[in-house]
């Protein structure tokens, strides 16, 4: 998890100890009256007496407005230091709860590409069937595009998810507009993706952002708000991915995914977590200070029995909407599928909706998206 800023304690400055210096005057004072009535020449007149017994308070007066004027110099230091620090931590929390608007989610999965499956997938529809496929060592959950081959899987996915991008409404009109291609997966399926939109001479721009992780999506939402000023600006996300291989019941699956991030956007998707050793009470809190939420979202979404079951302990409970039976496996790609449909629910619904999952790495994520990005 991103931990706030930690800044260094100021040291306190010490008030003075005004007891001590009335009883030090006094005592001082004393002393030198009576020495100098003791020693003080009986033909000296007795005013210059008392001229010279004012010297010793004149002088620990000086002293004291310096020690006085000290203690003040590091009140206003503290207070100086307070502030900044306090300044500095709210934008570090306002820069963290930035997110990224995004006017439209496309799914590509083992219920195929009608976006209408996707939109009631938290809706108890059946399990997805595990097929066989020759080649395979286990049931795999696939796309059912082509059921043929278990090879190179990833480019055929990406032309049928380039397909689907091409009918997104006002795309060829806002072509112009966007900005850079941000993508998860390899080299040779973003390629695809690519020369399939390039066929209908829609030209991806050169600027092309990784998005393979958490810190990725921190870096896009960061560009995007420095970048994409512009009213119509707007950016391309989109990934593909296929996995051969699972372990123990787990099974593989294969799954893509399409944003178009604009300030059209009807859900925000804030930035995500990962859970990395801290109290799951904690990264859930963190997460809803993202979002403004006084309460964990009332809806949450899981792609797997591990996160689901550490994150009910902060709060979020997915028990509801275990999803790992609709898409199995899905390595990186999990927490990306996780934060498309919880948009599509948050879109949709109309409430915040978090969503749950783990990485190739089996590193635990969490997020969330809420309603009304573009406000």
């Not at 009576?34 to 007795?46: F, G, I, S, Y």
């Not at 004027?69 to 931590?89: D, H, M, P, S």
């Not at 990224?100 to 009631?120: E, I, R």
């Not at 790992?324 to 390595?331: F, I, M, Y």
Request: net charge positive; proline share 7%; charged share 15%.
């Amino acid at each position: 998890m991103t931990r706030p800023p930690e800044y260094p304690a100021f040291i306190e400055p010490v008030e003075p100890r005004w007891r001590r210096w009335g009883l030090g005057l006094g005592l001082l004072f004393a002393v030198q009256t009576t020495l100098l009535l003791a020693l003080w020449p009986n033909a000296q007149p007795r005013r210059a007496l008392w001229l010279w017994s004012a010297v010793l308070p004149l002088g620990w007066a000086l002293l004291l407005a310096v020690r006085v004027a000290v203690w003040q110099i590091g009140l206003f230091n503290r207070k100086v230091y307070l502030r900044t620090v306090e300044v500095a931590t709210c934008a570090w929390w306002q820069r963290r709860g930035l997110g990224l608007p995004v006017q439209d989610v496309l799914l590509l999965g083992p219920a195929g590409d009608v976006q209408a499956q996707y939109s009631n997938l938290m809706k108890d529809l059946p399990l997805a069937i595990p097929a066989v496929i020759p080649g395979a060592a286990q049931p795999l959950l696939r796309c059912p595009l082509s059921l043929g081959s278990n090879a190179a899987r990833e480019p055929v996915l990406a032309r049928h998810l380039a397909r689907l991008t091409l009918g997104l409404p006002g795309l060829a009109q806002g072509w112009p507009h966007l900005r850079a291609l941000a993508w998860v997966g390899d080299v040779r399926s973003q390629a695809a993706f690519v020369k399939m939109l390039a066929r209908q001479d829609l030209a991806a721009p050169e600027a092309r952002l990784p998005l393979q992780n958490l810190t990725d999506l921190d870096d896009l939402i960061d560009t995007f708000h420095r970048e994409c000023r512009g009213e119509h600006d707007w950016l391309l996300c989109a990934g593909v991915v296929s996995v051969a291989h699972a372990h123990g019941s787990d099974v593989p699956g294969e799954a893509g995914f399409v944003w178009r991030v604009s300030r059209q956007g009807r859900q925000l998707l804030h930035r995500g977590e990962y859970h990395a050793g801290e109290s799951p009470a904690e990264v859930c809190a963190q997460l809803q200070r993202y979002a403004k939420l006084a309460l964990p979202p009332p809806i949450c979404l899981a792609l797997d029995t591990t996160s689901q079951q550490t994150f009910t302990q902060g709060g979020w409970s997915a028990v509801e909407h275990q999803l790992s039976g609709h898409w199995g496996v899905l390595a990186d790609l999990a927490p990306f599928i996780g934060m498309s449909l919880a948009l599509l629910h948050a879109g949709e619904a109309g409430q915040p909706c978090g969503w749950l999952g783990q990485d190739a790495h089996k590193r635990m994520t969490i997020g969330v998206a809420v309603p009304h990005g573009n406000s």
